[in-house]
Every structure is written in structure tokens, then in C-alpha cells.
């Protein structure tokens, strides 16, 4: 959303000065219900879904942060949007996994004893541009006004500052002691502007390949000689059997109490607020532009309209909004997504009706009502099957979760992953192959924590129940077996020896090709044909060639006119001639060294935060339950 404040030429223009306070807190009233402010259960709306170190995040702050997105994804996609989309997408994911990460951002800055203070919260907020009119803060009454029915206090729009100013300081804290050097700016600049024109001849080594023949005793010959090529970890072959809610399905009953209480407390996932669609014609103002000029162009072209002309052709001619191409269509839009003007104008229009001039923080627009869709929320009848559905997936969880701590005492006391069998029929035991610590396990959706578990469990034992993500259920593993690290046996790499050994000859013939090729350009040049790129720049290709950092670290430290040796590639070899370089000018560089000096340090700051904030991630303890958020999400 943040993306349209910062690009003015973007649709952002009409999210106005109090929009993007309006992001953090205006959707709370708009989309939670009533109904959710009292609770305070695990799952509930304003109990916990999530913990960081045992710290707890709020199922009213997943909402917030989810609607908000949701909002935003309706603004974009117009008639293309839908619930299920989003679902696809993973928004409930995207949302939560940002809410972890300040989270834990937050726990890094107070551990190392971080603070912010009131008065840093009451400059922030009295110079944020989203908080002033005419380049000075709205007051105290404005301010106090925009809470009003927006669900959130001031205190708490204050708290959400403070933890930003609190995050932006550990961020301070980690990246300002980056630095580049004038060595490190003229390096980098080279690489991304320095361009070659190139001619080549590539010797692939495909093209011996079938002349190759390899017998089964060069084979067996080529594995003892290269036996490190085969040498292979400690591996641990595994029994396992899941658990999984549809297990359960059929012992769970959901009654029609329990699908029409679930309707009413979250009636607000079946609801679509009221909605317009309109167009509108945008005469922006500025410090740089006279208002009266600008004021008379836009009553000259609404004269125009209020004389029947076309409206959509109008916008395309006059609009200096982004949305001119499309006519002056902004798409469905509902409340709280507009600047206050143009939102009153918007939804106060008849379909068809046209606008006097609105002015806005951005300039005058003509608008004019296109569509409008009602408040709608789709009947029980309508939604009962899926009801029934959640409901049904939920207690079914709920039993699986209570049958894990049975089936794990009765798995310890029969010592045999068999043992569930018994109990439950369906499940059918399966045995891995043998696997090393750092291999994933396909079976098990490639969970490197169920490798790890597998290799912290002694030989024959079977491991805790472990969790395989969301809605997955639970695994239970009997470690069966253990081979020590060795050699693979001959048989068991045989196929691997021979394509090793067939590519290994291929390019010595290759080789032997491109060295042929090399004394025929060094001599009269024969009928050899080259290749030619005009424009080879660093971590591009050169095509039949594929990747090879030989001729990407050879090709710019040659002279034009100079032919390299032979260049080992990922397809064989490759002879290169310099043509023609290109793309620095000292001059240019000089003018342009502050800035990009400016762009590099900001780029590798950026990849020392996101270094960071992963490797923070994975120090903390994360608990979250997907099973309440789906429930909220739907």
C-alpha cells in the first residue's frame, strides 16, 4: 500500500494526506465486527494466534494487517479480484510471517536495551507529511478526529510509532557501519555499465558425444580411481506414519447451532461493503503551477461535460492521473480507500452523475459515477456448505491434536511404528530411502526439521510427533537403520560413473576442438565460422555457449582485437575475439559518483538488514496457530 504514497504519479494521488494514517487503523472499523471486541480466547479476534518467544501477537492485529492487504489487492485487481485468489496467493501466510518479523524486531531492539521516547514519538508524528495541511501538523483536533469510530485510540496509533521508531533504530544500529570505498563505486559501476562486442566460436561438447563409447571395464576403472567422486555421508533409512485431520473426519459431527453461531460471529467474512466505480479527470496544483490557471482549464473542461462529450475521451486528453489511458477509471472502490473530498463526492453521485469540482490535496477533479454495487452479505444458505466444512476441519484437528499424546505412549510402549496400525486401519506405514542430514525427505514435504529429528533419535526408537505444517498433521518416525559414511558400492553408482566418465572424455574432446579451432583463427583463419554479441555485458551468457565465469572474467580484462585461449563453459569451450568496449566514460562516472556511491551503500545495506532479520528469525522461538487463523480468514 506504502508503494502509492511514495510514487505521486501512481493512482496513489487520492489516497490524501490522512490516507496513510488511515492505513494503520481506518479498515478496523470497516472490517471487524462488533462482535469480536469483548472476546479474548486463544484464536479469538483479540486473543493470541501467534508467540515469538513465548510474546504474544493478536488475532485484531493478524486482522488488521490482513484486511488492509485485502483492501489493497480490491483496489488492483478491480473485477478480477476474489477471497479464493487471495487464498492461492497465501495472504493469510504473507501477513502473518510480516507480523512475526516485527515482532521479532522488536524483541532484538529492547534486548539490546533500545528505547524510544515520548518526545521522539511526538516528532514523528507532528512532521509526518500525511499529518500536515499547508506544511504544518492538522492540530490536535483534527488529529483526535480521525480516530473517531476507527475502531483504534490514539495510544495505540502512538504504540504502533513507537515500535516503528524502535525498528528503525536496530536497523540504524546494524547497517550504519557499511561503507564503500571509491575503489568499491568504480568497480561496481564498471561491472554494471561496461559492455563488449564479441565474436566466438563455441566448441559444444555435445558434438562428440556420439562418437563415445565407454565399456563397462573403463567404467568399473574410472570408479576406483576417483572413489572420492562416491564417497557418500552417514545415511539413516526411516519407517513413518502420519496423522492427518481427515483421519478424523468421520469421528466429528457439526450440529446447525453450531454452523449458524459460527455465521453470526463472523458474519464479516461473508459481507461486501458498499462499492463505486468511478472515473474521474485530474488538473493537479502545485507549488510550481498557478491554481487559477489550473482552476479555470478544469471548469473549462467541465463545461464540456456537463455539454454531453465524452467523458472517458476527455480524461485521456486532460487527466494527469496515471488512469487517463483507461479513461479516468479508477475501479471498485470502497470506503475509507479515497481522500475524504473524493470520497464524499463519490458515494453521494447517482450512477451516471457527474461531479462540480472536487478539490483535493492533489489538484481539481471532475468525477463521475460509473457503477455502484450495495452493502451485500451473502445469506447461511449460501455459505452453509463451507460452514459446515470449516467447522468440521477444525474439530477434526482438535481430535487429532488430542489422539497425538495417546499415539505417542502407545507407540513407546510397543516400540514399532507398526503399532497404530491397529488402531487405526487406514494408516498404511511407508519406508524412506536412505537419506543423509541434509537431505530433505520428498515424502514428508522436503521438512529439513523431520531430517533433523530423524537424525537426533537413536537407532530402532521412534521420534516425537512432528508437526508438517499447516493442516498437514503429524509424523511419527522409526529410525530403522544407520550407514555409516563410505564409498558407494560400484553397482549403486555405476550410471553415474559412466556419464561422468562419457563427459569428462567429451570435453577433452571439446577441448582438443577448440585448440584446432585456435590455430586455424591464429593462422589464415580457414573456414572457421564465428558468432558475434554486440552487447555481452557481466552475468550475461553468451548464447550456445552457456554460463561460463572463464569468459566472463577473461573477455574485460582482454585488449580489443586480442583471441583468448580456449574458455572452459558449461557446454564445452569457447574461443572469444574482443570487437569493440564500451560503457565507461570517466567523465560520465565522475558526474554520477555521489549518487550511485549513494545507491551501492544503500544496496548493501539493504542485503546486510535482510542478512539480518533472517538469520535473527531463526534465534526465535515461533509458535503459530494456523488453525485459528484459517478460521478467521475462512
Same mark, same amino acid.
Given at each position: 500500500m506504502l508503494k502509492y504514497f511514495r510514487n505521486r504519479r501512481s493512482m496513489g494521488w487520492l489516497m490524501g494526506s490522512s490516507m496513510l494514517v488511515l492505513v494503520i487503523f481506518a479498515f478496523v472499523a470497516f472490517y471487524v465486527p462488533v462482535f469480536l471486541a469483548p472476546s479474548d480466547g486463544v484464536g479469538s479476534p483479540t486473543g493470541a494466534i501467534a508467540w515469538v518467544d513465548g510474546d504474544p501477537i493478536s488475532s485484531r492485529e493478524f486482522l488488521q494487517g490482513y484486511r488492509l492487504q485485502d483492501a489493497q489487492y480490491r483496489q488492483q485487481l478491480g473485477a478480477q479480484y476474489s477471497p479464493d485468489l487471495l487464498k492461492q496467493l497465501g495472504l493469510d501466510n504473507f501477513v502473518m510471517q510480516r507480523l512475526v518479523q516485527d515482532k521479532v524486531l522488536t524483541l532484538e531492539a529492547e534486548r539490546l536495551g533500545l528505547s524510544v521516547a515520548d518526545a521522539e514519538v511526538s516528532q514523528n508524528i507532528l512532521t509526518d507529511p500525511s499529518l500536515q495541511q499547508d506544511g504544518q501538523f492538522i492540530g490536535k483536533e483534527a488529529y483526535m478526529g480521525m480516530f473517531a469510530g476507527s475502531g483504534m485510540t490514539p495510544s495505540m496509533y502512538e504504540e504502533q510509532v513507537r515500535q516503528g521508531i524502535l525498528r528503525q533504530k536496530l536497523q540504524a544500529l546494524v547497517t550504519d557501519g557499511i561503507v564503500v570505498t571509491g575503489a568499491d563505486v568504480e568497480d561496481e559501476y564498471r561491472r554494471r555499465n561496461e559492455k563488449l562486442s564479441l565474436e566466438y566460436a563455441v566448441i559444444a561438447r555435445s558434438d562428440f558425444e556420439s562418437e563415445l563409447e565407454v565399456s563397462d571395464d573403463e567404467v568399473r576403472a574410472y570408479y576406483d580411481e576417483n572413489q572420492a567422486e562416491f564417497e557418500r555421508p552417514v545415511q539413516r533409512k526411516a519407517r513413518f506414519i502420519t496423522l492427518t485431520p481427515q483421519l478424523f473426519t468421520g469421528e466429528v459431527t457439526v450440529t446447525q447451532r453450531e454452523i449458524t453461531r459460527y455465521y453470526n460471529e463472523n458474519q464479516e467474512q461473508y459481507?461486501?461493503?458498499?462499492?463505486?466505480?468511478?472515473?474521474?479527470?485530474?488538473f493537479k496544483t502545485g507549488p510550481d503551477k498557478d491554481e487559477d490557471e489550473v482552476r479555470q482549464q478544469a471548469e473549462a473542461v467541465l463545461l464540456e461535460v456537463k455539454a454531453g462529450a465524452d467523458f472517458a475521451e476527455l480524461a485521456r486528453?486532460?487527466?494527469?492521473?496515471?488512469?487517463?489511458?483507461?479513461?479516468?477509471?479508477?475501479?471498485?472502490?470502497?470506503?475509507?480507500?479515497?481522500?475524504?473530498?473524493?470520497?464524499?463526492?463519490?458515494?453521494t453521485l447517482p450512477v451516471g452523475g457527474t461531479s462540480e469540482l472536487v478539490r483535493s490535496n492533489y489538484g481539481y477533479h471532475i468525477i463521475k459515477v460509473m457503477e455502484r454495487e450495495v452493502a451485500f452479505t451473502q445469506p447461511l444458505e449460501a455459505v452453509q456448505e463451507q460452514i459446515?466444512?470449516?467447522?468440521?476441519?477444525?474439530?477434526?484437528?482438535?481430535?487429532?491434536?488430542?489422539?497425538?499424546?495417546?499415539?505417542?505412549?502407545?507407540l513407546r510402549a510397543a516400540g514399532s511404528i507398526d503399532a497404530l496400525t491397529a488402531k487405526y486401519p487406514l494408516l498404511v506405514p511407508q519406508d524412506t530411502p536412505f537419506f543423509g542430514a541434509q537431505d530433505p525427505l520428498p515424502q514428508l514435504g522436503n *521438512?529439513?526439521? $523431520?531430517?533433523? %529429528?530423524? +537424525? /537426533?533419535?537413536? #537407532?530402532?526408537?521412534?521420534?516425537?510427533?512432528?508437526?508438517?505444517?499447516?493442516?498437514?498433521?503429524?509424523?511419527?518416525?522409526?529410525?530403522l537403520e544407520e550407514r555409516e559414511a563410505s564409498v558407494a558400492p560400484f553397482e549403486d553408482v555405476q550410471n553415474q560413473a559412466r556419464q561422468q566418465l562419457r563427459d569428462e572424455r567429451a570435453m577433452e574432446l571439446a577441448r582438443a576442438g577448440a585448440e584446432d579451432v585456435h590455430r586455424q583463427l591464429t593462422g589464415d583463419g580457414g573456414d572457421v565460422e564465428l558468432l558475434t554479441n554486440e552487447s555481452y555485458f557481466r552475468g550475461s551468457q553468451l548464447?550456445?555457449?552457456?554460463? *561460463?565465469?572463464? $569468459?566472463?572474467? %577473461?573477455? +574485460? /580484462?582482454?585488449? #580489443?582485437?586480442?583471441?583468448?585461449?580456449?574458455l572452459v563453459s558449461d557446454n564445452g569451450y569457447v574461443l572469444i575475439r574482443v570487437l569493440e568496449k564500451s560503457?565507461?566514460?570517466?567523465?560520465?562516472?565522475?558526474?554520477?559518483r555521489a549518487?550511485?556511491?549513494?545507491?551501492i551503500l544503500n544496496e548493501r545495506r539493504s542485503r546486510m538488514w535482510g542478512a539480518f532479520v533472517q538469520n535473527l528469525q531463526s534465534r526465535y522461538d515461533v509458535q503459530i496457530d494456523w488453525q485459528a487463523i484459517r478460521g478467521i480468514t475462512g
Amino acid at each position: 500500500m506504502l508503494k502509492y504514497f511514495r510514487n505521486r504519479r501512481s493512482m496513489g494521488w487520492l489516497m490524501g494526506s490522512s490516507m496513510l494514517v488511515l492505513v494503520i487503523f481506518a479498515f478496523v472499523a470497516f472490517y471487524v465486527p462488533v462482535f469480536l471486541a469483548p472476546s479474548d480466547g486463544v484464536g479469538s479476534p483479540t486473543g493470541a494466534i501467534a508467540w515469538v518467544d513465548g510474546d504474544p501477537i493478536s488475532s485484531r492485529e493478524f486482522l488488521q494487517g490482513y484486511r488492509l492487504q485485502d483492501a489493497q489487492y480490491r483496489q488492483q485487481l478491480g473485477a478480477q479480484y476474489s477471497p479464493d485468489l487471495l487464498k492461492q496467493l497465501g495472504l493469510d501466510n504473507f501477513v502473518m510471517q510480516r507480523l512475526v518479523q516485527d515482532k521479532v524486531l522488536t524483541l532484538e531492539a529492547e534486548r539490546l536495551g533500545l528505547s524510544v521516547a515520548d518526545a521522539e514519538v511526538s516528532q514523528n508524528i507532528l512532521t509526518d507529511p500525511s499529518l500536515q495541511q499547508d506544511g504544518q501538523f492538522i492540530g490536535k483536533e483534527a488529529y483526535m478526529g480521525m480516530f473517531a469510530g476507527s475502531g483504534m485510540t490514539p495510544s495505540m496509533y502512538e504504540e504502533q510509532v513507537r515500535q516503528g521508531i524502535l525498528r528503525q533504530k536496530l536497523q540504524a544500529l546494524v547497517t550504519d557501519g557499511i561503507v564503500v570505498t571509491g575503489a568499491d563505486v568504480e568497480d561496481e559501476y564498471r561491472r554494471r555499465n561496461e559492455k563488449l562486442s564479441l565474436e566466438y566460436a563455441v566448441i559444444a561438447r555435445s558434438d562428440f558425444e556420439s562418437e563415445l563409447e565407454v565399456s563397462d571395464d573403463e567404467v568399473r576403472a574410472y570408479y576406483d580411481e576417483n572413489q572420492a567422486e562416491f564417497e557418500r555421508p552417514v545415511q539413516r533409512k526411516a519407517r513413518f506414519i502420519t496423522l492427518t485431520p481427515q483421519l478424523f473426519t468421520g469421528e466429528v459431527t457439526v450440529t446447525q447451532r453450531e454452523i449458524t453461531r459460527y455465521y453470526n460471529e463472523n458474519q464479516e467474512q461473508y459481507s461486501t461493503g458498499e462499492q463505486v466505480r468511478a472515473s474521474h479527470i485530474l488538473f493537479k496544483t502545485g507549488p510550481d503551477k498557478d491554481e487559477d490557471e489550473v482552476r479555470q482549464q478544469a471548469e473549462a473542461v467541465l463545461l464540456e461535460v456537463k455539454a454531453g462529450a465524452d467523458f472517458a475521451e476527455l480524461a485521456r486528453q486532460h487527466s494527469e492521473d496515471t488512469s487517463a489511458d483507461s479513461g479516468g477509471d479508477l475501479g471498485l472502490f470502497g470506503r475509507g480507500a479515497m481522500v475524504p473530498e473524493f470520497e464524499q463526492a463519490a458515494f453521494t453521485l447517482p450512477v451516471g452523475g457527474t461531479s462540480e469540482l472536487v478539490r483535493s490535496n492533489y489538484g481539481y477533479h471532475i468525477i463521475k459515477v460509473m457503477e455502484r454495487e450495495v452493502a451485500f452479505t451473502q445469506p447461511l444458505e449460501a455459505v452453509q456448505e463451507q460452514i459446515q466444512g470449516v467447522l468440521s476441519q477444525e474439530k477434526a484437528t482438535t481430535t487429532m491434536e488430542e489422539a497425538i499424546e495417546s499415539a505417542a505412549e502407545r507407540l513407546r510402549a510397543a516400540g514399532s511404528i507398526d503399532a497404530l496400525t491397529a488402531k487405526y486401519p487406514l494408516l498404511v506405514p511407508q519406508d524412506t530411502p536412505f537419506f543423509g542430514a541434509q537431505d530433505p525427505l520428498p515424502q514428508l514435504g522436503n *521438512s529439513m526439521d $523431520v531430517t533433523r %529429528r530423524v +537424525f /537426533e533419535t537413536d #537407532v530402532l526408537k521412534i521420534t516425537p510427533a512432528i508437526p508438517l505444517g499447516p493442516g498437514g498433521g503429524y509424523v511419527f518416525l522409526q529410525v530403522l537403520e544407520e550407514r555409516e559414511a563410505s564409498v558407494a558400492p560400484f553397482e549403486d553408482v555405476q550410471n553415474q560413473a559412466r556419464q561422468q566418465l562419457r563427459d569428462e572424455r567429451a570435453m577433452e574432446l571439446a577441448r582438443a576442438g577448440a585448440e584446432d579451432v585456435h590455430r586455424q583463427l591464429t593462422g589464415d583463419g580457414g573456414d572457421v565460422e564465428l558468432l558475434t554479441n554486440e552487447s555481452y555485458f557481466r552475468g550475461s551468457q553468451l548464447p550456445e555457449a552457456g554460463r *561460463s565465469a572463464a $569468459v566472463e572474467a %577473461r573477455a +574485460f /580484462e582482454m585488449e #580489443v582485437g586480442e583471441l583468448s585461449a580456449p574458455l572452459v563453459s558449461d557446454n564445452g569451450y569457447v574461443l572469444i575475439r574482443v570487437l569493440e568496449k564500451s560503457g565507461f566514460d570517466a567523465e560520465d562516472f565522475t558526474e554520477q559518483r555521489a549518487s550511485f556511491e549513494e545507491q551501492i551503500l544503500n544496496e548493501r545495506r539493504s542485503r546486510m538488514w535482510g542478512a539480518f532479520v533472517q538469520n535473527l528469525q531463526s534465534r526465535y522461538d515461533v509458535q503459530i496457530d494456523w488453525q485459528a487463523i484459517r478460521g478467521i480468514t475462512g
